[in-house]
Each structure stands twice: as C-alpha cells, then as structure tokens.
C-alpha cells in the first residue's frame, strides 16, 4: 500500500541516442522521467497512463491535483486531444514549438487520463522547442504530461541536478540536457467561448502574443484559475451528494469503495492510493453517468497521494452545500 515507490536509484541518462533510447522506454513502461525543455524541467509520465499520471503527484508530494500541461512533438498531434479554433492554429504556427501553453477545450474521447486535466473540460497543450524534449516526444511515441521536476512548494529546476538535489530517489531517471534556456515557465493562454485569457506571464512575452492576436491581454487575476483551476468545485463535483468515510452504504446510496469496503465502485479494491488517484476523477464522472444521488465514499488514508485524493473529495463533498 506504498504509494511514491521510493525507486532505489534515479538514473542521470545522457544526452545521446543511449539516453533517449532509454528515457522513452521507461516512459512507455509507466514510469516517470525528467526532462529538459527550453523553459525549465519537466517531470514527465505518459499522459494516457492514470497510473503513471498519479506517479508525478506522488513524487512531488503534491497534497492536490491540478491539471497538468500535456507535451506534444508538434501541432500535428492536437486535433485528436482538444477542439481547435482558428485562432489557436495562429498562435501555434507563429510560437510552436517554443514557450506557450495553449489551453483549449478538451475533445470528447481524447486518450488522455482525467487525472492530466484534473477532471477539467479543457487541456493545457505545449510544444517544447528544446531538442531533446522533441527528440523524448518523438521517441516516447505519445504525449507526455508533465509538471515543473520539483517538490511541491519548491522553485522549478533548470538543471538535471536541481533535479536529483529534490527528487532523486523518487522517479525513475533525469535525462541531463545542461541549463535550460528560457528558465521561466511557459506562458498560458486560454482560448475558450469567452475569448483569450492570459493565465500565466511566462517565457513568451505577452506583448508578443498581443501583437499577434490584436489584442491586449490582461492577466487573469481570479486565483483559482491562475493557481489551481481543478480547485473551482463546479468543475469536477458530481451531481450526487457525497458523504464522506463512510464504513458501508446506507439505503438509497450508491458505494465508492476503497480498499477492504467494496462498493459498486471502487477507487482501488486494494487500498492502492496510487491507482486510486487514478481512478477517481473517473469514478466521478461514472457516478455521474449512472445518475448517483447520493455517494457513499470510503476512507481513505490521509497520508502520500491519500492527502490528495482527500482535498477533492471533500471539495466535490463542500460544492453541494452538505
Ligand atoms: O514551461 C512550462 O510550462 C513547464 C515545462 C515543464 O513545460 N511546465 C509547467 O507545468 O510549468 P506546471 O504544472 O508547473 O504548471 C502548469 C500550469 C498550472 O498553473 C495549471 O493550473 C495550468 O498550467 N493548467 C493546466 N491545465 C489547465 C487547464 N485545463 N486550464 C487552466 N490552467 C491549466
Ligand atoms: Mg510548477
């Protein structure tokens, strides 16, 4: 019932054929690698793997889940993960690949874990310019979810060994591509029903997207989209009412089971807080689906990814008023 395995030893892969060969081989086998884009390192999973997926939330010790930016080879790859507007397709050929993230409305079946979008109805898209970061996306053969390669709470590395000093041990390899260029996070702009929306200042500079979008751009000051749009409750709540570590299902009730209490659902029949992590936005859309009224759900630890898993179940509990 561990969940962030602590692997015995983080590999430092280099930066040639051998490297990347073995970055992407760890990749497609479910496992986490950091690597270098022209911004700052990324801590990459396979983005259609929920259990790779909930691995980078493990590692970096993050106590909630917030969508993450999906990286792609090129534009080519992004009619199958998000609906594109014109104006998107601009942006993509005037900065791609380079430092902006494009948040787009995410496209009905789209092979990506809902843990990526935090249950979201939109995706974050980017493509890194760095050559590596290309040639691993190449390789990996799929798009690649990845976070700054930090702990949570601390500054995002620009080196492999910034990398190592706050996670070795803790994921599977780094593939060392030397300082990264940029080293500022990309910048974020949503286009959406509501038009475009700055929600990160980052390594484009806004004046540059301004000029090719004819248009000024204030940067989205509300926090909850800024820092952690999967937090707006309205998101990602079922419909149902949840009550929370509950031991059985009382009349009426549908169970979302959790380890040894079994239910219609479960978010791991094991008590595996990583593929429970995983499973769960699912199993909010399954209760959904099925028409749940009221939600029986299981305890589960309040420890590692369990902390997570908690902060948004009690928010999609909170968002119904009971
Ligand atoms: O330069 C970068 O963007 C780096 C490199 C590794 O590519 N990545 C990075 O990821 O900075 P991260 O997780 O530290 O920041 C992702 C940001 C978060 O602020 C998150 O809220 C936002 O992207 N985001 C992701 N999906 C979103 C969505 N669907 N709607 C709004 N914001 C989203
Ligand atoms: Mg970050």
Not at 211 to 229: S, Y
Request: charged content about 20%; glycine content about 12%.
């Amino acid at each position: 019932m561990t969940d962030a395995p602590a692997t015995p030893a983080t590999r430092h892969l280099p930066p040639d054929g051998r490297g990347l060969a073995e970055a992407a081989a760890i990749l497609r086998e479910g496992g986490l690698v950091a690597f270098p884009t022209e911004t700052v390192y990324g801590l990459g999973a396979d983005a259609g793997n929920g259990r790779a997926v909930a691995g980078i939330y493990a590692a970096k010790g993050r106590p909630s889940f917030n969508p993450l930016i999906v990286h792609l080879p090129g534009a080519e790859e992004v009619d199958r993960l998000a609906e594109v507007p014109e104006r998107a397709r601009d942006l993509m050929a005037a900065f791609w690949p380079g430092p902006l993230t494009l948040v787009l409305p995410l496209r009905e079946g789209a092979p990506l874990s809902p843990l990526v979008t935090a249950g979201l109805p939109s995706v974050a898209l980017r493509a890194p310019a760095h050559p590596l970061a290309r040639a691993l996306l190449e390789a990996a053969g799929r798009p690649l979810a990845a976070p700054s390669a930090n702990p949570s709470g601390r500054v995002s590395p620009t080196t492999a060994g910034h990398v190592l000093a706050g996670l070795a041990g803790r994921i599977d390899a780094v593939l060392d591509g030397g300082a990264c260029a940029v080293g500022l996070e990309s910048t974020i702009l949503a286009l959406g029903p509501g038009g475009p929306r700055l929600l990160r200042a980052g390594g484009l500079p806004v004046e540059t997207l301004e000029a090719a979008l004819g248009e000024r751009l204030a940067l989205d000051t509300d926090p909850a989209r800024i820092v952690a749009p999967g937090q707006m409750a309205s998101h990602y709540a079922p419909r149902g009412r949840l009550r929370l570590n509950a031991r059985a299902a009382e009349p009426g009730e549908v169970m979302l089971g959790f380890g040894e209490v079994a239910g219609e659902l479960t978010l791991s029949a094991s008590g595996d807080l990583q593929e429970a992590a995983a499973s769960l936005f699912a199993a909010l859309h399954s209760l959904d689906a099925m028409g749940a009224e009221r939600i029986a759900v299981a305890p589960v630890p309040e420890r590692g990814l369990g902390r997570a898993i908690n902060d948004r179940l009690r928010r999609a509990a909170a968002s119904r008023g009971s």
